[in-house]
């Protein structure tokens, strides 16, 4: 069964970096589009991030371009989101998913898979 597993959550000042990792379990992520989405408390989950299996595009939500770069590691298998200049609105439990076809794209639906979050928390 396909499964997705974040890690590199953490506790980080105003302007430090967290460099979030999605790995998978019994398959390659090569053939993957991976998206990554975040959910803060009270709020609504939401797309941050997503690289493209057919092309490797990537797109970006507005509150985060510039700042955060999604990546691929064949070799380990992984999916990597580093987030730099991080901002107390940046905290939030953060998600890998993937779904069911190459698209890249940040609303959730047809996201099928998802990992079991990783908390990123930014307070000085």
């Known amino acids: 069964q396909l499964q997705l597993v974040e890690s590199g959550g953490g506790l980080v000042q105003p302007g430090g970096s967290l460099r979030l990792s999605c790995a998978a379990s019994?398959?390659?992520?090569?053939?993957?589009?991976i998206g990554w989405f975040r959910q803060a408390p009270g709020k609504e989950r939401e797309g941050v991030s997503c690289?493209?299996?057919?092309?490797?595009?990537?797109l970006y939500a507005d509150s985060v371009k510039g700042r955060f770069t999604i990546s691929r590691d064949r070799v380990k298998n992984a999916v990597y989101l580093q987030m730099n200049d991080l901002k107390s609105e940046d905290t939030a439990v953060y998600y890998c998913?993937?779904?069911?076809?190459?698209?890249?794209?940040?609303?959730?639906?047809?996201?099928?898979?998802w990992g079991q979050g990783t908390q990123a928390t930014v307070s000085s």
């Open positions: 019994g398959f390659a992520l090569d053939y993957y589009t």
């Open positions: 690289i493209s299996s057919s092309d490797e595009s990537t």
């Open positions: 998913a993937t779904p069911g076809f190459a698209l890249c794209k940040l609303t959730s639906d047809g996201y099928d898979h």
